[in-house]
């Protein structure tokens, strides 16, 4: 087991968002966190981040890291790329590329790069422009490649797909189709286009303020037309 999350409860002053929430993510697979806007999606992945105060046991490659210090958890192979990419957009394509090989030494940083570049073949050609010019599309690409250079066992993905174009979405959720097979790199994934999430995903669930709804596998919950119209709105 990748991630082991039992009874997660976090919020943001007094005001609890997370309920208990009881999921795991497998070594390898794509788990989709679904819901609408506010159930609780985002500060998910705060809380296994120590982004916010969380309680309950949160378990990655077997070690409780609730409590722990953001770095920490990042150091220990966690990557998370936020919503709205959080890309430094004064700085250029290759200087985003080695911030996010920063605490890495080993002496391979140049054939991830080169790996980075088959995945995302538009950075390669937008290697010495500033971050901040690019397109929304390769914004994102640039986010998830900067994330993946830490060498992660679990990359933590918040709405990829968010204010892109759907060519470009479908391009992005086709690499990411890719990364997770030639890399093995566990992904979990909160996204509001469920349809595509749960193309992608091996697992999916379903949160509603706070609370785990449904669950199971993402072929299933795709097919289920109750769950469909009542929860994903397609």
């Not at 911030?99 to 538009?122: S, T």
């Not at 901040?132 to 900067?146: H, K, N, P």
């Not at 996204?191 to 949160?207: C, F, G, K, S």
């Amino acid at each position: 087991m990748l991630l082991d999350v039992k009874g997660m409860q976090a919020g943001y002053g007094q005001t609890h968002v997370l309920h208990g929430l009881d999921f795991v993510v497998e070594e390898g697979g794509v788990t989709a966190l679904l819901g609408a806007n506010g159930a609780g999606k985002t500060t998910t992945l705060r809380a296994i981040c120590g982004m916010v105060k969380t309680e309950g046991d949160v378990t990655f490659l077997g070690e409780r890291i609730t409590g722990r210090a953001t770095e920490d958890i990042a150091r220990r192979g966690l990557a998370h790329v936020p919503d709205g990419r959080g890309t430094f957009m004064e700085l250029s394509v290759e200087e985003n590329f080695r911030l996010g090989a920063y605490v890495r030494r080993d002496p391979d940083v140049r054939a991830d790069f080169e790996r980075m570049f088959e995945w995302f073949p538009r950075l390669k050609q937008r290697w010495r422009q500033q971050a901040g010019t690019l397109s929304g599309g390769e914004q994102q690409m640039l986010a998830i490649a900067r994330a993946l250079l830490l060498r992660p066992r679990l990359l933590l993905l918040d709405e990829p797909s968010f204010g892109l174009a759907p060519l470009i979405v479908q391009e992005i959720f086709g690499i990411m189709r890719r990364i997770r097979e030639e890399s093995g790199v566990g992904i979990l994934l909160v996204e509001q286009n469920a349809n595509l999430a749960l193309e992608l995903a091996d697992r999916a669930y379903l949160l509603e303020t706070g609370r785990i709804v449904v669950s199971g596998p993402a072929a299933e919950i795709r097919e289920d037309e109750a769950v469909r119209r009542s929860y994903l709105g397609y």
